[in-house]
T-cell receptor
Framework: GESVGLHLPTLSVQEGDNSIINCAYSNSASDYFIWYKQESGKGPQFIIDIRSNMDKRQGQRVTVLLNKTVKHLSLQIAATQPGDSAVYFC????????????FGQGTELSVKP | NAGVMQNPRHLVRRRGQEARLRCSPM?????VYWYRQLPEEGLKFMVY????????ESGMPKERFSAEFPKEGPSILRIQQVVRGDSAAYFCASSPPRGANYGYTFGSGTRLTVV
């Protein structure tokens, strides 16, 4: 079957440290991946995406790495700030499943000042 | 350019009543997706619509749930005869006409509470 899951349900980091959030997926047909941030009471907010023909993509303070060999996705946040505290979800889309996204369970990131 | 608009933000219904959730996509977006989120869980896909067409409803419960995206007006997710288990946050996302190849913008959600 298909699934997108996260290795760690919670992550606590010190302000200023780097954070790494991991995600495993099982559908080898997935061709597009997105990381979302969700704050309490709000909708998911797009952070960064990556297509399967890439293995790395960088944004502002964030980097997404894709390892198709082991079906692993990670989100790296540099110099984590208190405002980064939220739940982070990875999502995948498979070209053989139309346009829907399949979400993982989520990792709660807590940043200590 | 307003984002994806969902209303109401909060909805309370008694068991057996009907719930109607509305979603207006971003300007220029013609693809709409509905997701349900239970507390402490991820988002579960429900249905994918384009104007006047249901593309994928594989995540919709077989009974009581329906969705539409008319030519004019917002997309509607309708839940008939609500039960306590329907209590959840319902999120709508939209994407542009090239939708399947691009990211999705989410609304702030409707939090449904069934009492």
């Amino acid at each position: 079957g298909e699934s997108v899951g996260l290795h760690l349900p919670t992550l606590s980091v010190q302000e200023g440290d780097n954070s790494i959030i991991n995600c495993a997926y099982s559908n080898s047909a997935s061709d597009y991946f997105i990381w979302y941030k969700q704050e309490s009471g709000k909708g998911p907010q797009f952070i960064i995406d990556i297509r399967s023909n890439m293995d790395k993509r960088q944004g502002q303070r964030v980097t997404v790495l894709l390892n198709k060999t082991v079906k692993h996705l990670s989100l790296q946040i540099a110099a984590t700030q208190p405002g980064d505290s939220a739940v982070y979800f990875c999502a995948e889309r498979s070209h053989n499943q139309g346009g829907k996204l399949i979400f993982g369970q989520g990792t709660e990131l807590s940043v200590k000042p | 350019n307003a984002g994806v608009m969902q209303n109401p933000r909060h909805l309370v219904r008694r068991r057996g009543q009907e719930a109607r959730l509305r979603c207006s996509p971003m300007k220029g977006h013609s693809h709409v997706y509905w997701y349900r989120q239970l507390p402490e869980e991820g988002l579960k896909f429900m249905v994918y619509l384009q104007k006047e067409n249901i593309i994928d409803e594989s995540g919709m419960p077989k009974e009581r749930f329906s969705a539409e995206f008319p030519k004019e007006g917002p997309s509607i997710l309708r839940i008939q005869q609500v039960v306590r288990g329907d209590s959840a946050a319902y999120f709508c996302a939209s994407s542009p006409p090239r939708g399947a190849n691009y990211g999705y913008t989410f609304g702030s959600g409707t939090r449904l509470t069934v009492v």
